[in-house]
């Protein structure tokens, strides 16, 4: 395990010198991450960075891509309805502090922050 407040890269570099087998890219910089890779190593993004964005960094890269149509909107707000899917929500801001709730998101802190529009 790596602490993602310190060097991840010189921390993942002591742990695996030759680089690792896969990467799965959920924040940060697509980039760094990648250069740990070790040879024929794989680079998964939900951040839509491809190959095209790693510049040669990671051949065998992948962005993964959902595209939700409305039944899977509708059984996911079921979900949610019923309590039998929770998204933990780290800070709520109202519209008009909007360019705030986007500093926040910028920090990099984790968690998901939400928009009341009431």
């Known amino acids: ?5 310190s060097d991840v890269e010189a921390q993942v570099r002591a742990l695996r010198p ?4 896969a990467v799965v890219h959920l924040a940060g910089d697509g980039p760094t991450l990648a250069r740990l890779l070790g ?4 680079f998964a993004s939900l951040l839509a960075v491809g190959p095209e964005q790693l510049g040669g960094l990671a051949a065998r890269a992948t962005s993964v891509v959902a595209a939700p149509d409305s039944a899977i909107l509708q059984r996911l707000g079921a979900e949610v309805a019923a309590g039998r899917l929770r998204v933990p929500i780290q800070a709520t801001y109202p519209l008009e502090q909007v360019p705030a709730a986007m500093a ?6 984790t968690g998901k922050i939400a928009i009341a529009i009431d």
């Open 18 to 21: 030759q680089g690792v087998d």
């Open 39 to 42: 040879p024929g190593g794989r």
């Open 1 to 5: 395990m790596v602490d993602r407040d």
């Open 104 to 109: 926040h998101f910028a920090d990099g802190k």
